[in-house]
């Protein structure tokens, strides 16, 4: 990929290439009919001018057939009548000429805009809303989309195992959250060891799904790449903006951030929207490289509510519990 | 003489409609590969439609004036 869409709504895309699809079928029938119209009205008025020839010239070989008893003015007034009605309908037919050969030229050049070019246009918006398919569905963007939020670097799946081995833990009388209720330091040592595990596996897979589809990394201080990991920018504040995934080519910013269970990217960026780091990021990014970013949230669990039972383990770990001290 | 006005009409309704999809996707989609599609394929179309539906409605004009001239 060469280029790239930037992430704009799929069905906007589909519903133009279905707008041109009908409309190039609309415009060549149309177009097929006018011709014909244009065609049949010009012989029709060719032939009309044939008619008022042939007129002028019957009223004209009277004239000059005529003898002393005919009425050679009445004669003379026909064949006047005649020309003057035959010069007006050639200039009304050269006016139709011109625009017919124009017409016709016009014609012929939207009808190869509609029957050849909008077929190219539509093959091209379809490769496009093929290739964003795929690089939202390889990279997991799907919350750039308005999709639903995602569960950041894990599968729903691995979501599950590990909830499930922190209610093992349970079982094994580790108590977890007891431990870091009263002892907020391990939990921060916890959260901080466990954000950077998480940033670990989404850089993984973000590698893993922009090599998959061609795209070269840009480190930090490279000008050359399409997309950046942990990717840092000069720029004259405290600290330089360190972006956890940028796209060069779309101009999207996306940050890992922790979220509580439950909350959602979106709740995130609401409440993110004003941050410092924010907007650090984006006017880095606008002064650096004179485009406004797209800035977008990943999450992955909080440790503040990880021990919290889920709706879905409600009464389970309980049941494991009965299970084990039954055996 | 066959009435060209009914086809214009249509053409030019066609063209209103693609055009409205055109700037409600255009609105949403700004990048190089909008700025491309634009001029690869929208541009000339946008040069030629206004053009071809205007040399229509003067050619309208001008059999409405040979009617009238082929029923005096």
Redesign the interface.
Known sequence: ME????V??FE??Q??ET??G??SA??SE??R??RR??G??ID??EE?CRHLDRNLRYWQDLYESADEDDDLGYLAYRCDQAAE?LV??RS??T??EE??Q??FR??G??NV?AEE??I??RS??RQ?IDELNTYVNVAGLEALDGGAPSTGPFTAAEVSNIQAALKQSEIDEIEAKKVFEENPAERTGFGLLFGQFAHERVQEKFRECERRIGRKERKSGETEGDFGIEFQINYPVKNSPRYDYVDFA?DVIIDYKSARRGETEEEIAKKKRNSDQRRTHIRAYKKKFGVEPVYRYMTYQSVVNMFDEPEQFKGLIENIKNDVRLK | MSDLSNLTNDLAASWRSLIAEWSTTRQSWRDKIADRFEREFWEDLEREMPRLLEIMAAMDDQFNRADQMMRE
């Open positions: 280029e790239y869409l930037h704009i709504s906007r895309l519903d133009l707008a041109l009908k409309f609309e415009v149309r177009i009919s006018a119209t244009v049949a009205n029709s008025f009309h009605r007006r309908a009304v037919k006016g139709i625009l017919g124009q017409f016009r014609s050049s939207v805009i070019r909008l190219s246009a091209f918006l496009k779309l």
